[in-house]
């Protein structure tokens, strides 16, 4: 549970949030953060944590880019986490990568929050000493310049609530970034406009209070022990989200993650052990997912927005519609503008 009691003057008084904010929220969070976002630690491929249909979709899409790397005679690989966290993500790249036989693996993972970092040092130490893998983390400021040399990263990662917390300003020079360092593949995942409440750092029900203010783009939340906090965060379009990367990468897939799981499948917190999730639910749900992902009636529901994005020689990029039109083979269509508009409510941008 997120233990900080009282009221913080850090983490609620200012209307100017700073990540130095964001940053203290996911601190004081500490060890516990790990278990709450990804479930247990020492499992990293069992994807039992609050977002498990997700997780295991984003690991498909990064697995196969591993997959395909290395089918194409690729001996070595360069990782960067942007917003790692705790480092999970960024220790499943790893592993898969070193069992597939890369015998170099360069990797970075930074994050704003220095006990996250520390996290992740931690659960990474025996990744960091295997033959051929040269792994760190480190605490910086996604809005700062990246130290990574020009089209460098074969697979670039911002996961999560990594851009939610960012100035909406500042994500056209983050986007810029990434596409600069990168020469393979940036993924990234955000919470989408209609997606389910989150607190960040615990589980809903911990909360006595909470409100996103989408004209600030500010959540304040008030938690059971007392612990008030306010972060930035904003919730993305789909367009919005395309055309924040589109200049700088040609868009493979733009799709929503978890439109039903989140919604149908039983807690056991809460409903009676008669509501089951047996294999049949579980199938129709997959195949709900897969109908309905890129649909522009549902895919602003989702929990999340995934894009995928490669780097191409040519300046030319290209939106998801052009590279269908292409026959590039990326499934579904961005909902229309108006769509979008009352989506995001009277107050919003």
């Not at 900080?4 to 130095?20: N, T």
């Not at 049949?280 to 995928?308: C, I, K, N, S, W």
């Amino acid at each position: 549970m997120y233990r900080r009691r009282g009221l913080d003057p850090l983490l609620w008084s200012s209307r100017a949030i700073s990540s130095r904010h964001v940053a203290a929220v996911y601190n004081q969070a500490g060890d516990d953060y790990v278990a709450y976002a990804d479930g247990d630690p020492e499992r990293l491929f069992c994807f039992e944590g609050l977002h498990a249909y997700a997780d295991r979709q984003l690991w498909s899409i990064l697995e196969k880019k591993l997959d395909d790397l290395r089918a194409a005679g690729a001996s070595s690989v360069t990782i960067l986490d942007a917003g790692c966290g705790p480092g999970t993500w960024l220790r499943r790249v790893i592993t898969h990568a070193h069992r597939l036989g890369f015998s170099q693996i360069t990797a970075r993972g930074f994050d704003v929050a220095l006990t996250q970092v520390r996290v992740a040092r931690r659960l990474a130490s025996d990744l960091a000493r295997l033959p051929g893998v040269n792994l760190t983390f480190e605490v910086a400021d996604l809005r700062d310049r990246l130290p990574e040399p020009e089209a460098s990263v074969d697979i670039a990662l911002c996961l999560y609530s990594v851009l939610g917390h960012l100035p909406v300003s500042d994500l056209p020079k983050v986007a810029s970034e990434f596409g600069r360092v990168t020469k393979g593949y940036f993924i990234t995942t955000v919470r989408s406009i209609g997606s389910t409440p989150t607190v960040f750092v615990d589980s809903i029900e911990r909360a006595r209070h909470f409100k996103l203010d989408h004209r600030l783009d500010r959540c304040e939340v008030e938690f059971l022990n007392g612990c008030r906090v306010a972060v930035r965060f904003h919730l993305f379009n789909a367009h919005e989200l395309n055309d924040l990367f589109r200049p700088h990468f040609s868009i493979e897939d733009l799709r929503g993650l978890d439109i039903f799981h989140n919604r149908f499948v039983p807690d056991r917190r809460w409903n009676p052990v008669s509501v089951v999730a047996d294999q049949r639910l579980m199938l129709q749900l997959t195949r709900l997912e897969e109908a309905y992902a890129t649909d522009p009636g549902f895919m602003e529901r989702a929990t999340h927005l995934v894009l995928v994005g490669r780097r191409e020689p040519s300046s030319e990029m290209n939106s998801v519609s052009a590279i269908r039109a292409r026959g590039n083979g990326c499934r579904g269509s961005l909902p229309p503008a108006p769509l979008r508009d009352r989506a995001r409510g009277p107050g919003s941008r």
